[in-house]
């Protein structure tokens, strides 16, 4: 069979130098990151060696180990937040029959058309009024209804057998408790998918913590990338590429464990 | 659940009291930061405001005349326009070109997908970050590659010219891993019998893909489409980083425009008539999406 020969090398060839040039940049930072002022200039692909200079650096003129955590919390509170919210609309929507029901569900997913950035500037406002600004409330509790997320744990729940229901009907279990005890865990991997979704978009967030955090007391990593950016412009990039290394290692790494994961929950959401 | 025993439309309402329950923090929620900011929005979009963004004085439609006929506001318009046009396109296809070439059963190909979906994981901030430096007019390596080929050099993200079209880069770049992953997904839901029977028939690699593998992905392609076009309308990170919305305007995106009319300008009027705009352009399209390719895509 020289023809599948021939295509698998013409396939992996084409997979190795598109995969490296999607990669390049992340690589070519993370190189970056260990070099110092004159290395760069001279435009070398590898440092001379792997010193932490810059980590160092980078720690000592950012409040980052702050920030890192500010979005550790921020991100694990809107996740949380989520799943929660969309779970209980979900189970809602699939187990609790009521009139005008279509319509309500009508209604969740019409606000996906509603683009956040067009409502920005009331919610300013009424954070400015609840007095919210540079506090994780406020950061996150905007964040916690998603029209996306009910519909991706709907699609899940409605392929649950509704003998499930009777079932635990006659059992005696009131509906919370086949919600919590019977629903939330035959479901672990959509809520998975949407909890990994939920933290990797909350801790990528920029405009929102831009908008309401005006010291470091909750401000975010994304936030200290601008910060760093805009002090140390064509100074010290070393220093800026450690900073960004630090600050994408957490979700990439979430990334490459959920991956398979995350690729399966999202298209069966985007499709049924 | 244990309800006392009370007559008629009570008891019948049960499940409309209980199932509201259910939705009630969706509901808040919803009411609270997306319902009534979108009505605040359309109504301050009528007004002149004070600094702290309260209605002062009735304008009527004036905000919106001033837009259409403000050359800055047509200009960001038309920026917005071209970014959707050279992003979109191109960010699709060459996901799609990714993900086929992931799906071929192949030791490794863990990695490889691992690879491509990578972007997904970086930010907009880090990643803007990374390619601020890639087009900075000396030290950047683009430059330095068209030094070492004996090209002219570009001023990147410093030339009207060029501005837009390096932003569109970048965000192709950083867009790619979502949509690979979605499409991907899609590609690995198609069912495999149908392959089978066509190798029988003796069908090449290209015929599958038109005949087979497109039709069968179109809802899947269908969705990124439409996730991409309302991305694409709302960028916002990488010119903050990247350009400010300069050099002269020229990537001066919509959503970008909002920000600075509201939040350095202090004009709330103007900038939730744009914000109005908007909404209505992602309203068109999404509905526009939905009534062109609900005929075309092929359901299972």
Redesign the interface.
């Known amino acids: 069979m020289r023809d599948s020969t021939l295509k698998?090398v013409w396939?992996?060839f084409?997979?190795i130098v598109?995969?490296?040039m999607?990669?390049f940049?992340?690589l070519?930072?993370f190189m970056?990151s260990f070099m110092s002022g004159p290395e760069?200039?001279q435009?070398k692909f590898f440092p001379e060696s792997f010193k932490f200079d810059n980590y160092l650096k980078v720690f000592d003129r950012l409040p980052l180990v702050k920030y890192l955590l500010n979005s550790f919390i921020v991100s694990l509170t809107v996740m949380v937040g989520q799943l929660?919210?969309?779970s209980?609309?979900a189970?809602?929507f699939v187990f609790?029959?009521?009139?005008?029901?279509d319509f309500?569900f009508f209604i969740?997913i019409s606000?996906m058309?509603?683009?956040?950035?067009?409502?920005?500037?009331?919610?300013?406002?009424?954070i400015q009024k609840l007095d919210w600004l540079n506090t994780y409330q406020g950061m996150s509790?905007?964040f916690?209804?998603l029209a996306f997320g009910?519909f991706l744990l709907r699609q899940h729940f409605k392929t649950i057998p509704k003998e499930l229901q009777e079932a635990s009907q006659i059992a005696g279990l009131?509906?919370f408790a086949f919600f919590w005890k019977v629903i939330l865990p035959v479901s672990k991997t959509s809520l998975v998918t949407l909890g990994a979704y939920g933290f990797?978009t909350t801790?990528?967030m920029?405009?929102w913590p831009?908008?309401i955090t005006t010291n470091s007391s909750v401000r975010t990593v994304?936030?200290g990338?601008?910060q760093?950016?805009s002090q140390e412009m064509?100074t010290d990039?070393g220093v800026?590429?450690a900073?960004?290394i630090v600050?994408?290692i957490p979700?990439?790494?979430?990334?490459?464990i959920g991956?398979?994961q995350?690729?399966?929950g999202?298209?069966?959401g985007?499709?049924k | 659940m244990t309800t006392v025993r009370a007559p008629g439309v009570w008891k019948r309402s049960a499940n409309l009291r209980v199932g509201f329950l259910y939705l009630l923090p969706s509901i808040i929620l919803f009411s609270v930061f997306l319902f009534y900011p979108m009505i605040r929005t359309i109504y301050l979009s009528f007004f002149l405001t004070d600094q702290n963004g309260n209605a002062a004085v009735n304008v009527g439609f004036e905000n919106y005349s001033y837009l259409l006929t403000s050359p800055a506001f047509l200009n960001s318009m038309k920026a917005t326009g071209l970014f959707v046009l050279y992003t979109v396109p191109i960010g699709i296809i060459l996901a799609l070109f990714f993900a086929l070439l992931a799906n071929e059963k192949l030791k490794g190909i863990g990695f490889f997908r691992t690879m491509y979906s990578s972007t997904m994981g970086i930010s907009v901030a880090a990643s803007s970050v990374i390619w601020l430096f890639l087009f900075h007019p000396s030290v950047g390596l683009f430059n330095r590659i068209l030094l070492a080929i004996n090209l002219p050099q570009i001023q990147w993200l410093l030339d009207p010219e060029w501005a837009l079209v390096s932003i569109a880069i970048s965000t192709i770049w950083m867009n790619t891993g979502f949509s690979f992953l979605i499409l991907l997904g899609g590609l690995q839901n198609i069912d495999e019998h149908l392959y089978e029977s066509s190798r029988i028939d003796g069908a090449g690699y290209f015929y599958r893909l038109r005949r087979i593998t497109i039709p069968m992905l179109s809802p899947t392609l269908f969705f990124i489409i439409t996730i991409s076009l309302i991305n694409a309308f709302q960028t916002f990170g990488q010119i903050d980083i990247l350009t400010k919305g300069g050099p002269s305007q020229s990537t001066n995106l919509i959503v970008y425009s909002i920000y600075r009319e509201a939040f350095i300008n202090y004009q709330f009027g103007t900038a939730s008539a744009q914000a109005v705009i908007l909404f209505i352009i992602i309203l068109v399209v999404t509905v526009l999406q939905f009534k062109l390719l609900e005929k075309k895509v092929h359901y299972q």
Not at chain 1, 113 to 126: D, G
Not at chain 1, 251 to 256: A, D, G, H, I, K
């Open positions: 698998k396939i992996y084409l997979l598109t995969s490296v999607v990669f940049p992340v070519y930072a970056i760069i200039l435009g929660a919210v969309c209980l609309a189970y809602a609790i029959p009521f009139k005008g029901r309500v969740f606000t058309m509603i683009p956040w950035e067009a409502t920005m500037i009331p919610n300013f406002f009424t509790l905007p916690f209804a009910t009131s509906r990797l801790w990528n920029y405009l831009l908008l994304q936030i990338l601008k760093l950016q064509s990039w800026v590429m900073g960004v600050v994408i979700t990439l790494l979430l990334l490459f991956q398979k995350l690729q399966k999202l298209s069966q985007a499709l």
